[in-house]
């Protein structure tokens, strides 16, 4: 065998390693997705938590919060708790690579900026958006439904590029935008109907969690891709997480009406053995954002960003087995499965998700040069 | 010394802009001066970074040949895109001349 012919094997096998370890870490990111969805979902009925959304009293004689407190507030703390334990450990993941000192140097630097003004988006706003929905599906019998939702953000983030940033918008691109719709008013149309008006609620919020998400990624893939993707994410969730816990959740204790109540309720959450749980969702929070990146690396930001979308079916199906099937904290008649329709639903947001991010004609075509080319 | 320096995915961006063609390899041998203490200036490392960046539109693969391991060698070079985002987002940032 000559030289160019070895050259060209080891190509072929290196191209079809990366891009198989692609999508694995991809997919891997999906999940982690769900599970983080699904131990938030489970701390938030657990302990003080538990006793907070059941609306009655707390911590022995406490008088019972408001609808609001148990709508925003609690979702701002949720949302910060577990986004700064998911900054704790990447800066635990930093220090391991002795990278907190480029940590640092990066936050200083412009793309650092751009990334947490981009975090300022996806956190505060996004990220607590998504938990005050998921709340309140959970208060009208399944917070399942929202979270393919919330996986519209692929849909809008298309969008916004095309509106901010001139990107092109082919046909695949809008077939699997139409796809997406198609599948979330299947989605939030039958939880209507099954739920109430609550449901609606909660898809409502989740609309706008998308919406975040989408900005995000449209953005933070322009500014972003210059910084190592461990630290990007050490400055995102770093960030997202104190702006909710130290801006977020007091403004929104104050608008409900007193500063007292900030301690009162970090205090309770902070002491709470439920904690742990949010140590735990924080902890899959990390790779399901980092494991979304080193996929991209491995076989293309499209495919990459279409296998974590799959987490529009992780996540109700996490709850579901988390909550629901292994009945852990105790409620399982409380988490039903989704209905087949609303599977199904889930299932075909994938598939508009695919649509949007990879060409299917130019996947089959890539697939048979590599076939003859080998 | 070190606080001195940029962050090492900088550096490795940047040692791009002078238009030549680097492998992983011949990018560590670069910035050995420099970054030598970095723990993650190894060669899967570097690889994974170079990856990333060509995945991100910043790199494209310039040739490939096998190194004396007899392992693929793929050389990376700079493309306009690249050269105008590192111009514009880190061009300011420089390291100390040695």
Redesign the interface.
């Known amino acids: 065998m000559d030289?160019d012919e070895?050259?060209t094997e080891?190509?072929t096998q290196?191209r079809r390693k990366?891009f198989v370890r692609g999508i694995a870490f991809a997919t891997a990111s999906g999940i982690c997705y769900g599970m983080y969805t699904g131990f938030i979902t489970l701390a938030e009925t657990q302990g003080v938590w538990g006793e907070w959304f059941a609306g009655g009293e707390w911590g022995g004689g406490n008088p019972a919060l408001s609808a609001f407190v148990i709508s925003f507030v609690l979702a701002a703390l949720a949302a910060g708790l577990n986004d700064f334990f998911s900054g704790i450990w990447s800066l635990l993941a930093c220090a391991k690579?002795?990278?907190l000192?480029?940590f640092w140097?990066?936050i200083k630097?412009?793309?650092g900026l751009?990334m947490m003004i981009c975090a300022a988006v996806g956190g505060p706003i996004a990220t607590t958006a998504y938990i005050i929905g998921l709340n309140s599906a959970t208060a009208a019998g399944n917070p399942g439904v929202i979270v393919p939702i919330a996986a519209l953000n692929c849909a809008i983030g298309a969008v916004l590029g095309r509106v901010f940033f001139k990107q092109e918008l082919n046909a695949h691109k809008i077939v699997g935008i139409l796809i997406c719709l198609f599948a979330a008013a299947v989605i939030g149309g039958t939880s209507f109907a099954a739920m109430g008006p609550e449901a609606l609620l909660g898809c409502l919020f989740a609309f706008i969690a998308a919406f975040g998400w989408g900005f995000e990624g449209c953005v933070a893939g322009f500014?972003t891709?210059?910084?190592?993707?461990r630290?990007g994410i050490a400055i995102r969730q770093t960030t997202a997480g104190i702006l909710e816990l130290f801006v977020m959740f007091p403004l929104l204790a104050c608008v409900s009406g007193g500063v007292g109540s900030i301690p009162e309720l970090a205090g309770a959450a902070l002491t709470d053995p439920a904690l742990l749980i949010f140590v735990v969702s924080g902890f899959f929070a990390m790779p399901a954002f980092s494991f979304w990146?080193?996929g991209?690396?491995?076989c293309?930001?499209a495919l990459g960003m279409a296998c974590n979308g799959m987490y529009a079916f992780w996540g109700p199906f996490f709850i579901w087995l988390i909550m629901g099937a292994l009945n852990i904290g105790g409620m399982a008649a409380d988490y039903p499965p989704l209905s087949p329709v609303q599977w199904l639903g889930a299932l075909i947001m994938v598939a508009g998700i695919f649509c949007i991010a990879v060409d299917p004609s130019r996947l089959f075509r890539k697939a048979s040069e590599e076939a003859t080319h080998v | 010394m070190s606080s001195d320096l940029m962050p090492l995915y900088y550096a490795i961006l940047k040692q791009f802009m002078d238009g030549e063609e680097y492998s992983a390899g011949e990018i560590i041998d670069a910035l050995e001066p420099l970054y030598g203490s970095y723990k993650l200036l190894t060669k899967k490392d570097v690889e994974e970074a170079l990856a990333t960046a060509k995945e991100n539109a910043l790199l494209d693969e310039s040739s490939y040949d096998l190194d004396e391991h007899g392992e693929l060698r793929i050389r990376y070079q700079i493309n306009d895109f690249g050269r105008d985002m590192i111009d514009r987002y880190i061009g300011k940032y420089n390291n100390p001349q040695v």
Do not use: C, E
Request: proline share 3%.
């Open positions: 030289l070895r050259v080891l190509r290196r990366y690579n002795r990278q000192g480029d140097k990066t630097t412009k793309p751009i500014g891709i210059l910084i190592d993707y630290i990146y080193k991209n690396s491995m293309g930001a």
